[in-house]
């Protein structure tokens, strides 16, 4: 397994941005399917963003042209910018690893390795 770890969570207006990080601990990163999951309160864990390990990418509907996933293999970390927040897109946000990244739905198959989340609260 890898060690992953989130950042840039926060407080945030309707209309604003962030910026999540996820660093991996393992240099071997480049070889691994990332995904970007979360959960809102109430709600079941969903998968938000995919990207495959040649940068590929995919996205869930409800955040297809806001939300965009890169990768940096020098750096072993993944991001998520997230831009016009919602308020449903508040929830706990956590970077997977080594999963599947599949040509069909669902795009990404989660891997054993989970952060820790990060809290996103869009509200006004």
């Known amino acids: 397994q890898v060690q992953l770890v989130e950042s840039g969570g926060g407080l945030v207006q309707p209309g604003g941005s962030l910026t999540l990080s996820c660093a991996a601990s393992r240099s071997i990163f480049r070889i691994y399917a990332m995904g970007w999951y979360r959960r809102a309160p109430g709600k079941q864990r969903e998968l938000v963003a995919s990207?495959?390990?040649?940068?590929?990418?995919n996205y869930a509907d409800p955040v297809k042209g806001r939300f965009t996933i890169s990768r940096n293999n020098v750096k072993n970390t993944v991001y998520l910018q997230m831009n016009s927040l919602r308020v449903e897109d508040t929830a706990v946000y956590y970077c997977n690893a080594g999963g599947t990244y599949n040509t069909g739905s669902p795009s990404y198959t989660a891997g054993a390795s989970w952060g820790q989340g990060t809290q996103v609260t869009v509200s006004s």
């Open positions: 990207i495959s390990s040649g940068g590929s990418t």
